[in-house]
């Protein structure tokens, strides 16, 4: 499985000691799971895109300090390129901001939230539950970092799973295109350290629960299998 990372934003540098940068996270999750997924990086953020939807098999669209509706050029090419995705049947996985460009590039809204952040440990409740959902859970305790929310989904759209302040939590487009509004591949530590870095952003009450909130167990290895198993069950 060719799989192009789409980098929408960089890690800061005096974080990367915990995790490394996003072209580090994800290899080291999905390693987990597999030893079969061959990573390509894009800087998309600083305007290095593929050639072509053609150059992978799976696309998988980070986070970001940006929002999917702000004018910046980088983001308005990438809402193409993901209709492209869209078009060409290929895969894409979009995580947080990847989630929110997937409803946003095919019709939906995201805005912020009325709820604000989101931040530490939530759980995702299954509402639609899939054949490549396994190992079966009914639902997922899920890290999270995020501000806006997909609002309204795009057409052809399943809602896999919500959560108590995040409505959209995981949705599917078509049969190739999954949003999660999460972060498997983030560490109980680097979530930590976000969250110290963004109390005057956040709010020092939601940051005080969110990092009670880790003590909780997390399934970011069991998130990673079920979409190797979504990419691999189209793929096939």
Known sequence: ?????????????????????????????????????????????????????????????????????????????????????????????????????????????????PGGWCVGVHRFDITHPEMWMQPHLPSLNMLMMCQDQVMTMPEDSTLLATSEHCPVAMFRVGENMLGMQAHPEFTRLYDKALMELRVERIGEEKVRLGIESLALEVHRTEAAQWIKNFAEAIKK
Not at 29 to 44: G, N, P, Q, R
Request: proline share 2%; net charge negative.
């Open 1 to 113: 499985m060719k799989v192009g990372l789409l980098e929408c934003d960089h890690v800061r540098e005096e974080l990367q000691y915990i995790a490394g940068d996003y072209r580090e996270m994800f290899p080291a999750l999905f390693s987990e799971v597999t030893s079969e997924w061959d990573f390509h990086f894009y800087d998309v953020c600083n305007g290095q895109f593929p050639e072509s939807v053609d150059e992978c098999d799976l696309y998988m669209c980070t986070g970001s300090r940006f929002s999917v509706y702000d004018e910046e050029d980088w983001i308005l090419r990438l809402k193409q390129f993901v209709r492209d995705i869209y078009q060409s049947e290929k895969m894409f996985v979009g995580l947080c901001f990847g989630h929110q460009m997937l409803a946003e590039a095919l019709g939906g809204q995201v805005l912020k939230s």
